[in-house]
């Protein structure tokens, strides 16, 4: 059948362009994955489908197979959690309402942050709004980039590791709703949900909650991430066998923001044949 062979990989299905924090446009990240030999991707920028029209054209073009999809933020307690939404309907109320909202409150957040800094250094709102693409979903990545703009850090992971730090005094929290939240609105929209780097240095999230994450329809776990740690990665690996779930691997591909290559993850066939048949929400676009 002509419809199976498309979904050949190798796949990768966590990539972001600047409609997000990436740094390239959604046609130069499919570009960038075609070179590196991909023939499924997934652009999955933050709290935003913006970049999916463009994707979609790029990806034909070149003869891969684009699975739409997106990042979307979560919180529990102190820590920020990334829901993969893989094949979710864009036109979705209840989820569109939601990115809005997240969207909405990266803005006011950005804003507060730059407010912080500014006290103490030379970097103001314009900086970080010459760094952001028109309607692109704002983030730290966004400040670091001025900071780097105007000298005061090398790249963007010493503008983490110090001024835009968690626990410092400039980090502001954006507004997410909390894990299981997310999970409903992702397949209340008909999409997959799998939880990103889900074993990385903040540790396993608590059990039970991911168990209200799975009866919420939780697909499963990006275990193929290079941020996850391995004595949770093997955590998650044992519980994803017991209960067939879905696991996935990919690069978080971020242009220059971040080391990271397209393809350096993959996921396996099989496990993308299933993500596309538990997708109720939309279609993959075939080249
Ligand atoms: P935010 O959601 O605005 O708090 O920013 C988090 C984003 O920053 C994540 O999506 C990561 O892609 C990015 N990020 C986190 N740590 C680093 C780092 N060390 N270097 C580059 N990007 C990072
Ligand atoms: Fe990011
Ligand atoms: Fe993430
Ligand atoms: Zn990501």
Redesign the pocket.
Known sequence: MPGTRRFEGPSDLHL?SVHS?GTESPAQVMAAAHRHGLRTVALTD?DTTSGWAEAAEASASLGMTLIPGMEL?ARHEWR?VHVLAYLVDPDDVALRAMTERIRAS?LDRARLMADRIAQDYDLHWDDIVAQTNDGATV???HI?DALVARGLVRD??EA??SILSPGGDYYVA?YAPDPVTAVELVTGAGGVAIIAHPAGRAGLLPMPLMERMLAAGLAGFELGHRENLDAAKRTLERLSADRDLIVTGSS?Y?GL??PNQPGENTTSDEMVARIIERATGIAPVLP
């Open positions: 972001h924090d933050h933020s920020s990266r983030g730290r990545p670091a963007r992971a983490f590791a954006l978080d971020h923001g971040k």
